[in-house]
């Protein structure tokens, strides 16, 4: 069975582990958000991408759902030793051995595709991961400062330095337009028997996959199955409310499903909580859907096949 998950960081990354253990067999494909990238110490990080890798490689800070594990930080305590910052961004000396190799091989002209499937050699994750595009696309988010007034700010530094606290009058998807998909991405997704959306940012991680040109056409073209990821009206995890908010839509199971839209998305998995989520054209399925352990999460994986395949 060839399946594609459209993932963002932690949330996607959890999910995928399920995944795996759900369906051993199949050929998991995992198109990545790459609209978290950002270029700090002139060094490319892909928090999406590595947390991913990390993840599925058995590399990740499995509290933190990003970064390494067993990780330090001297690189970064030198650096502001030298005034050097930004300091709000906590790059562990391990971590960035992968950020010194994938700028590397970037500087010397591999595409970030070519990049990815080189670090995936080291970590294995058993799965094939592509990152949205090869061009660069990064989300910026417009706030109104009261220090500096209204101002874009990279989304990393509103989501980790301002953890969202000061609301985001818009987001945008700097370079989406232009971007074209990777590499293998719209014959990995032609090819699926299913593509599936975890329970990942809809805003600023499926969303921003989704606007890369010729994907969500090439998605909506397959038997999709999505995994909400607010329950009882809040994201399990993560932030996606101040993104819903930001883009005018309700923080609800009922609202993303409507955002995603019956046209892309044929199968909606959601909480018991929220079972009384209704959309026309789309099954909407309740279940438990706290990824509390593996075995919980291997289960909400197989229970979106198990739609995946009723649809198909
Ligand atoms: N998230 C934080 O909340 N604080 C951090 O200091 C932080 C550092 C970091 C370093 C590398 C990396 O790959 C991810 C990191 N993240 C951090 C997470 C990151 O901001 C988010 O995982 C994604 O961008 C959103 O999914």
């Not at 995890?237 to 998305?265: F, H, K, N, W």
Request: glycine share 12%; net charge negative.
């Amino acid at each position: 069975m060839r399946i594609v998950a459209l993932a963002g960081g932690i949330g996607g990354a959890r999910f995928l582990r399920g995944l795996q253990a759900a369906a051993p067999a199949a050929e998991i494909t995992v198109i990545g958000n790459t609209g978290d990238d950002i270029t700090l110490f002139g060094l490319r990080v892909c928090p999406d991408l590595d947390t991913v890798m990390y993840t599925l490689g058995g590399g990740i800070n499995e509290d933190q759902g990003w970064g390494r594990t067993g990780e330090s930080f001297t690189v970064k305590e030198e650096l502001l030793e030298y005034g050097v910052g930004p300091g709000w961004f906590g790059l562990g000396d391990r971590d960035f051995a992968t950020h010194i190799v994938r700028t590397q091989m970037l500087a010397a002209g591999y595409p970030l595709s070519a990049v990815t499937e080189a670090l995936c050699d080291r970590w294995k994750p058993g799965v094939r991961l592509i990152p949205m595009t090869d061009d660069q696309v990064e989300t910026h988010v417009v706030i109104d400062d009261p220090e500096q007034g209204r101002r874009a700010i990279h989304f990393q530094e509103w989501w980790v330095r301002l953890r969202a606290a000061i609301p985001a009058e818009s987001i945008a998807l700097v370079g989406a337009g232009d971007a074209k998909p990777a590499p293998g991405v719209l014959e990995a997704i032609e090819a699926a028997d299913v593509v599936l959306f975890p329970p990942s940012n809809p805003v600023v991680s499926v969303g921003t996959i989704l606007s890369v040109p010729g994907v969500r056409a090439a998605v909506a073209a397959k038997t999709v199955v999505g995994v909400s990821p607010i329950i009882g009206g809040a994201p399990v995890r993560g932030m996606a409310d101040a993104c819903l908010t930001a883009i005018g839509v309700e923080t609800s199971a009922q609202a993303v499903a409507e955002l995603y839209g019956p046209d892309l998305v044929n199968g909606w998995l959601v909480a018991e909580a929220d079972s009384g989520v209704r959309v026309d054209g789309m099954e909407v399925r309740s279940r438990p859907l706290l990824m509390s352990d593996p075995e919980a999460t291997a289960a909400i994986a197989r229970a979106a096949l198990d739609l995946a395949e009723e649809l198909a």
